[in-house]
């Protein structure tokens, strides 16, 4: 039998079409833990490479023969010698390329709507971390919301729709991954926004994006209009998009709400982030289509893959909108708090642009879920 | 040769047998070279290893555990990473 290869491309279409998928996981057993693929229905087995070394015989009978087999590792190299081994034993099997670090850097665009006079929006999934990063196109024009370090993507994007990035936003300082706004507003020319309050510390010149700032992409009406919603940072402002869409970074997930301690203490925020959801949030349509910047399960997902949910359901279904106890929300947003995301000092600072990481570490400090949001 | 390589913890004496130099090879070959020269030591004798992959750490310390090896020590110089294992 050969050995297949599979791709995240591909990986992330079984996931979002809920396909059946075997996976046979090579890491050793913390890593697995901690982090792998996820998908509606995919089956796992998490054998360690180096218990395999002397041959496959021990799991063989473990992996089926009438549904599609991956094998992950981390950076493919185990993996390929598992799959290898497996093939000679006479098993059909396929091994992710690039491993868990090309799922890790993977970008998937969605889109999600039109907008008004011919614009359009776009999510882009990064499916293995649970980062969401969008592009608002309008007439030519494009502006980019929480994007990721993994900036050909979107540049070969924009290449490949005709417009250009004008305007560049960061919701808020984050700190599960490496900002690519810097770096794409400097290729591009376009202006970078972010939000004051979480910039004090930064190291280059941005613009300050301020609460009722409007900016206009394309030549048309489309606008974006920053609201300024502290609670997951102290900055942290969220976006209404033409009107129809809510572009919420950190401080509202579909099923979920943001942390208030990944910049500083929980309490000092616990309030913001209280009169945020249940005040100003309140006061807008519950029309707005909600545009988190993460998930953290993969029952958000949409069956098109997007991330995406009515305010008005939003109000109705998030256990974290439904708190009317003041002191009970205070206790879930800072206490049980999931471990923080790996690296996140690191990462805060080299948003801020006080370190400079080379790829390889940077990967290394991305390593795992984005670990964002209290439930 | 190095002090560390003399001594652990402050008090336990050991002297690495062998050195395995495994620097520059990515997973899983680090695991391969290493087990192969473990096989070849007797019980209680030490190997020392030298890579550079990062993943190491995590998988080394996971084998040695699963394979009833001691990890002595490990520490990092200027990205190399080095370790000390008991054969078991």
């Known amino acids: ?375 | 040769m190095r002090f560390v390589n003399y001594k652990v913890g402050g008090n336990i004496e050991m002297e690495t047998t062998k050195v395995l130099d495994a620097k520059g090879l990515a997973c899983p070959m680090p695991i391969v070279k290493t087990k192969k020269a473990i096989g070849e030591l007797e019980p209680g004798q030490v190997l020392e290893i030298h890579t550079t992959d990062k993943g190491a750490k995590n998988d080394l310390t996971a084998w040695a555990k699963s394979g009833g090896h001691e990890l002595l020590k490990h520490e990092e110089e200027n990205g190399v990473l080095k370790f000390w294992i008991k054969k078991g």
């Not at chain 1, 499916?127 to 990063?133: F, R, Y």
């Not at chain 1, 979480?198 to 992409?217: C, H, K, R, S, W």
């Not at chain 1, 616990?270 to 807008?284: A, F, Q, S």
């Open chain 1, 1 to 375: 039998m050969t050995v297949k290869i599979m791709d995240s491309t591909e990986v992330t279409k079984k996931v979002f079409d809920k396909e059946e998928l075997f996976i046979l996981d090579v890491r050793n057993e913390n890593d697995f833990k901690d982090w792998k693929i996820e998908g509606g229905n995919f089956q796992y087995l998490n054998v360690p490479y180096f218990e395999l070394l002397d041959g496959v015989e021990e799991i063989i009978g473990k992996i089926p023969t009438d549904k599609e087999v991956l094998v992950v590792c981390a950076k493919e190299g185990s993996s390929v010698m598992v799959a290898e081994m497996l093939s000679e034993a006479g098993l059909t099997v396929s091994y992710l390329k690039g491993g868990m670090k090309a799922w890790s850097e993977h970008l998937e665009p969605v889109k999600i709507g039109d907008l008004n006079d011919g614009g359009e929006i776009y999510q882009f999934v990064r499916i293995g971390k649970g980062c969401l990063s969008y592009m608002v196109v309008s007439n030519g024009e494009a502006a980019l919301i929480d994007a990721t370090r993994m900036t050909d993507i979107y540049l070969n994007f924009i290449e490949k729709i005709g417009v250009k990035i004008t305007h560049v936003f960061d919701t808020h300082l984050h700190a599960d991954h490496i900002s690519g706004g810097r770096t794409i507003a400097e290729k591009t020319g376009a202006t970078y926004w972010l939000p004051p309050k979480d910039a004090t510390e930064v190291t280059f010149d941005y613009q300050p994006l301020e609460d009722g700032n409007d900016v206009t992409i394309g030549n048309t009406i489309i606008n974006i209009h920053a609201l300024y919603s502290p609670g997951h940072t102290i900055g942290s402002t969220s976006f209404v998009v033409d009107e129809k869409f809510l572009l919420s970074g950190d401080i509202l997930f579909i099923d979920s709400i943001g942390r208030p301690d990944l910049a500083g203490k929980a309490e000092d925020w616990v309030g913001d982030l209280r009169e945020t959801l249940y005040k100003r949030y309140r006061e807008l349509s519950e029309e707005l289509i909600v545009l988190p910047a993460h998930f953290m399960i993969i029952d958000e997902l949409n069956d098109d893959g997007s991330v995406a949910e009515k305010l008005r359901t939003l109000f109705a279904k998030n256990h974290g909108l439904n708190i009317d106890d003041e002191n009970e929300f205070r206790k879930m947003v800072t206490e049980n708090l999931p471990p923080q995301p790996n690296a996140y000092q690191e990462i805060r600072q080299t948003n801020m642009g006080k370190i400079n990481p080379d790829i390889d570490q940077q990967r290394e400090m991305e390593i795992g879920p984005n670990r964002c949001a209290v439930r």
